[in-house]
């Protein structure tokens, strides 16, 4: 007799796709596979014009993977989420849905099949400053069809579970990221040799350059102290934004602004070995790179908005503006460093960890339909 119980089929749609290269949600799906590839039989849905064909494969460990020949962010993230959450509907029992852009078509999926549907939202997309009116309207209906049709909501930070609660009155799953697969990489020779600021105590930053990641504040208050040089790597050469700040800034000495690094280790080189950890994102919810550079044990300077306050449980050092940060990297001391790194590091290892964020996704998809549980942290 076989007592082999057999698995519910899951989709991951949303994501540029796993190997995990481009973000959070890619990170996330990377770890869901990992910590639940044997409670679930999974699909991740990838974007082919992200992974060179030569990459394709049909497995990562147990989950299948299925591949769209559309690129999976900016607007053609619409259709590629839409055919995804198509071809899912066909094949999967449960469906979970990273960020809102295909959300449109839930009501038919609710309407014409059983299956169970969970959206993470992400932040609030459609207040991001990046997005024109059109799809900034879009983006707001897509996350009213989320809320009306999607059995449940997750929400990574407090601050948007209010925001669900107090516009729709709903009870989202509060779910935060991990970040415990961040990893300390020794300072060799070799690493000095190419990167020789190694040597001294320096901050840190690394993200999209965005404006909503305040990079002229991080770039501005830095430039106004060379206590200690700035390491910053992003996509510098993706925007006019990110040209004009890089052409403001890069003359200064004690600044290195660096091209994208996607290999984790030689980014955990420079990241892991940091002074300071510099993190000017103002939208977005629990940001993943926050909490990895918490599991990492970086003492943390954020801007000042109320997602880095509730993900740092308002322990990490705060900034506005750009005096606001020059004053604190002056007033800064080797003994607020530790302090402040020893507190960031406590909060990761008791809320920022895969094997816990994991087991949240799985009680969460295992309830019985319609049953609504916030978890929390």
């Not at 629990?286 to 306050?309: K, R, W």
């Amino acid at each position: 007799m076989n007592n082999t119980t057999k698995r519910a089929k899951l989709a991951i749609i949303g994501t540029v796709g796993i190997p995990a290269r481009y973000g959070g949600f890619e990170t996330l799906t990377e770890q869901l596979v990992n910590h639940l590839q044997d409670d679930f039989e999974i699909t991740v849905y990838c974007s082919s014009k992200f992974y060179p064909k030569e990459e394709h494969q049909e497995y990562y460990g147990k989950a299948r993977l299925k591949y769209i020949p559309l690129q999976a962010n900016g607007v053609q993230s619409i259709p590629y989420d839409m055919i995804s959450i198509i071809h899912a509907a066909f094949k999967s029992d449960l469906l979970l849905i990273l960020g809102v852009s295909g959300c449109v078509l839930l009501p038919f999926v609710k309407f014409f099949t059983k299956k169970r549907t969970f959206v993470n939202i992400d932040g609030i997309e459609w207040k991001r400053d990046k997005w024109g009116k059109l799809i900034k309207a879009f983006l707001r209906y897509s996350e009213i069809f989320a809320v009306e049709s999607a059995e449940g909501i997750i929400t990574d930070n407090k601050i948007i579970s209010d925001y669900l609660k107090n516009t729709y009155d709903y009870d989202s799953y509060l779910i935060e990221y991990g970040g415990d697969q961040a990893f300390h990489v020794p300072i060799t020779m070799e690493h000095i040799g190419q990167y020789p600021f190694l040597k001294e105590k320096y901050a840190f930053s690394v993200c999209r350059i965005e404006p909503e990641n305040n990079i002229h504040v991080i770039l501005e208050g830095m430039a106004s102290s060379a206590k200690y040089p700035l390491v910053f790597v992003g996509n510098w050469n993706k925007s006019e934004y990110g040209k004009e700040v890089r052409k403001k800034y890069e003359h200064l000495d004690h600044f290195h602004l660096l091209d994208p690094i996607y290999e984790p280790a030689q980014l955990n080189v420079l990241r892991s070995n940091c002074y300071l950890y510099m993190h000017g994102h103002s939208a977005g919810g629990t940001n993943p790179s926050l909490v990895e550079a918490m599991n990492l044990g970086l003492p943390i300077v954020a801007f000042d908005v109320m997602y880095n306050q509730e993900s740092t449980e308002q322990q990490a050092l705060f900034f506005k503006t750009a005096e606001d940060l020059e004053m604190i990297i002056e007033k800064m001391t080797d003994t607020i460093q530790q302090n402040l790194a020893n507190k960031m590091f406590e909060i990761a290892q008791r809320r920022y960890t895969w094997k816990v964020i994991a087991q949240k996704y799985k009680e969460m998809m295992n309830y019985k339909p319609n049953y609504k549980k916030t978890l929390t942290s």
